[in-house]
């Protein structure tokens, strides 16, 4: 069953209002959730599914272990990933564990889902405030996932929530994040022009703590992972922010836009070097994204996924399900 919210944070206390998980209604949203998932990645799943019809459910031989392989690279699976779980697959195959199609088939599936449940892939909301640095490359979606995520802190959880406009690159970028805000019905902080990305996460903390608030969220401006002297500045910024409370960010997330493939992977190495990233945002998956990327981060650097983005608007930013990915990813139906 998909993750929800209630899933993806750690909060103190009492239950947040709303319904309850086992709801008529909130089971149908969450069934609803993985068909569109599902939709979404539709064109990896049809060639996908197709080749493991054609491979797994056939008589085996090493070419069905190739063809796997290559169906999974395509999905941006990632070439040191796919040989993990093809190898283990074929192991369990040929010492008689898993025999037909369909037990191949889902045996798969939680290969792939194992490989995507790694580390801490919740959000601990318990620090007073939680303070949250988004970074990314340009264009992935931090901004946009700065606004759903603070609207569903507001919602689903009745979070007060503070967003920090510290792109102060672009005025473009600040007038973006405080109508996100305004959609959100969250506060904003901003600095003056060409104010330094620092010194805005600084104020933006020290008016959540002067407020109460729950959460503080910190858009920062894109960056080329290649771009040395923006990547310094991103420690700056973490730097900073520690200055007013020393164990945050408690959370930095990384977004990746899903239909770069293979290069995702790469930004999340450098930025990772630049600052510990706690949780990865597969953004676009909408698009023509492919998805696998997602497991290969996983398995390569270690780095759980906790959000993907399925759309512009406000409801399209989802916790990450690692069993629903896998399956939405491999099965046919
Ligand atoms: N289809 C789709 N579009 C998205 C998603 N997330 C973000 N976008 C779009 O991608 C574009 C860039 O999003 P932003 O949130 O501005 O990205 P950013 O990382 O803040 O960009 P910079 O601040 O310029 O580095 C916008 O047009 C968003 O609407 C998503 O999950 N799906
Ligand atoms: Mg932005």
């Known amino acids: 069953m998909a993750r929800d919210w209630r899933d993806l944070f750690i909060v103190d206390g009492a239950p947040p209002p709303g319904e309850s998980e086992s709801a008529p209604a909130s089971q149908e949203r969450r069934r609803g959730m993985f068909r569109r998932l599902r939709e979404n990645l539709r064109k990896t799943r049809q060639a996908l599914t197709s080749e493991i019809q054609a491979t797994l459910f056939e008589d085996l031989s090493d070419e069905t272990w190739e063809r796997l392989e290559e169906a999974l690279i395509y999905a941006d699976v990632g070439a040191g990933t796919t040989a993990k779980v093809v190898e283990q697959l074929e192991r369990e195959a040929t010492e008689g564990d898993i025999t037909g199609g369909e037990a191949l088939t889902n045996r798969l599936t939680e290969l792939l889902a194992d490989i995507a449940r790694t580390g801490e892939d919740r959000i601990d909301l318990r620090h007073e405030p939680t303070v949250i640095l988004v970074a990314g490359v340009n264009g992935t979606g931090k901004t946009t996932t700065v606004g759903k995520l603070a609207w569903h802190l507001r919602n689903d959880l009745g979070q007060k929530v503070v967003l920090g406009a510290a792109d102060t690159f672009r005025a473009a970028g600040v007038e973006q994040l405080e109508l996100w805000a305004q959609r959100a019905?969250?506060?904003?902080?901003?600095?003056?022009?060409?104010?330094?990305?620092?010194?805005?996460?600084?104020?933006?903390?020290?008016?959540?703590?002067?407020?109460?608030?729950?959460?503080?969220?910190?858009?920062?401006?894109?960056?080329?992972?290649?771009?040395?002297?923006?990547?310094?500045?991103?420690?700056?910024?973490?730097?900073?922010?520690?200055?007013?409370?020393?164990?945050?960010?408690?959370?930095?997330?990384?977004?990746?836009?899903?239909?770069?493939?293979q290069n995702g992977l790469r930004q999340a190495r450098l930025f990772s070097e630049a600052v510990p990233v706690s949780g990865l945002v597969l953004t676009k998956l909408d698009g023509t994204a492919k998805g696998g990327i997602a497991l290969a981060i996983a398995h390569e650097l270690g780095i759980p996924v906790k959000l993907i983005g399925i759309g512009e608007q406000l409801e399209d930013l989802r916790p990450f399900d690692p069993d629903d990915f896998a399956r939405a990813l491999v099965t046919a139906e």
């Open 185 to 261: 019905g969250v506060e904003f902080v901003k600095g003056p022009p060409d104010a330094d990305p620092g010194a805005v996460a600084y104020d933006a903390i020290a008016a959540g703590r002067r407020d109460g608030a729950d959460v503080v969220i910190i858009d920062t401006a894109g960056r080329l992972h290649t771009q040395d002297d923006l990547m310094a500045e991103l420690s700056k910024v973490k730097r900073v922010i520690a200055k007013q409370i020393p164990d945050a960010p408690h959370e930095t997330l990384l977004t990746v836009d899903a239909t770069t493939g």
